[in-house]
């Protein structure tokens, strides 16, 4: 059963990772800096907050993954598992 639990933190851990990194981020900092550049007035506070997002989006897909992506390989492999890998 922690095997199990493990496994779907992990899948759940890698889809809200490349949502909130690929999509939320890196796309939606790129869509957010077309429409400021297409906008009959130019607001800078939304193209700078659109660079912002794509620069970040690899620090918010990373921090996304780490935070459902360890613990559910610690339930798939415990700490105290005596196994060598080599």
């Known amino acids: ?3 199990l639990f493990g496994i779907v933190l ?3 851990g890698v889809v809200t990772s ?3 990194g690929l999509f939320f981020m890196f796309l939606g900092g790129i869509v957010q800096i ?3 550049l297409e906008a009959p007035r130019l607001i800078t506070m939304t193209l ?3 660079v912002a997002r794509v620069a970040f989006a690899g620090v918010a897909w990373g921090a996304s993954a780490v935070v459902l992506i360890l613990p559910g390989y610690y339930f798939i492999r415990p700490l105290n598992d005596k196994k060598k890998e080599w």
Do not use: N, Q
Request: proline share 0%; hydrophobic share 65%; charged share 20%.
């Open 48 to 50: 700078a907050v659109g």
């Open 18 to 20: 490349v949502y909130i």
């Open 10 to 12: 992990v899948i759940l």
């Open 1 to 3: 059963m922690k095997k």
């Open 34 to 36: 077309v429409e400021a």
